[in-house]
């Protein structure tokens, strides 16, 4: 079936080291969206990415889409504790179906 | 706040049973999505409401059943309940129909299936 792996399954930094969690699909994503989601929280919307090779920044969090729309990467530059939580992709496959297929997350635990 | 709200918070029952989750999608959101969250298997996608009509299923089991209202609020009916349920169960809004939109998480209502 289809399914969209993340690694690592969880990462622990110092605070002020970076942060990078990939995404990875077995099939064609039409569209990539991260969400974030703080402990004991629900689920926030952070992006989209939809174009091939897209690259977007929000402050210290940079999102890649790849050239063959399979995989996505995020990348927090100086993880702040503030940055703590499970970091989700979520990808459409191709054609008609609508779903959105989520990824298996990535927790982020930040020591100050 | 996501302007998401979602009712019980906690919900305990037995097995065997039945319950409702109910979910108010944000003003003007015309989708609602509901999702399980459970430690072993993720964040998985249940079915998609758009405007009153069943858009788009996931993994939903033959026990569980969706509808959407006039209103546009959303219940899940989970019945023959079993320990497995155990779960987080999210709803999501958008304003439209299709997954490019960004999709809005209520707090959830934790189940627990003793």
């Known amino acids: 079936g289809q399914q969209v792996m993340q690694i690592p399954q969880y990462q622990h930094v110092q605070e002020g080291e970076d942060f990078t969690t990939y995404c990875n699909s077995s099939?064609?994503?039409?569209?990539i969206q991260w969400y974030k989601q703080r402990p004991g929280g629900h689920p926030v919307f952070l992006i989209q990415l939809v174009k091939s090779g897209e690259v977007k920044k929000q402050k210290r969090l940079t999102f890649q889409f790849g050239e063959a729309k399979k995989n996505s990467s995020l990348h927090i530059t100086a993880t702040q504790t503030t940055d703590v939580g499970t970091y989700f992709c979520?990808?459409?496959?191709?054609?008609?179906?609508?779903?959105?297929?989520f990824g298996t997350g990535t927790l982020l635990a930040v020591q100050p | 706040d996501s302007g998401v709200t979602q009712t019980p918070k906690h919900l305990i029952t037995a097995t065997g049973q039945r319950v409702t989750l109910r979910c108010s999608p944000r003003s003007g959101d015309l989708s609602v999505y509901w999702y399980q969250q459970s430690l072993d298997q993720g964040l998985q996608f249940l079915i998609q409401?758009?405007?009153?009509?069943?858009?788009a299923k996931g993994n939903i089991l033959e026990r569980f059943s969706a509808q959407q209202f006039p209103d546009l609020h959303s219940e899940l009916n989970l019945s023959s309940l079993e320990l497995g349920d155990s779960a987080l169960y999210f709803c999501?809004?958008?304003?439209?129909?299709?997954?490019?939109?960004?999709?809005?998480f209520g707090p959830g209502t934790r189940l627990t299936v003793l």
């Open positions: 099939t064609t994503l039409s569209n």
């Open positions: 999501a809004s958008s304003v439209g129909q299709d997954s490019y939109n960004e999709q809005f």
């Open positions: 979520a990808g459409r496959v191709g054609g008609a179906t609508n779903k959105l297929i």
């Open positions: 409401y758009y405007n009153g009509e069943e858009r």
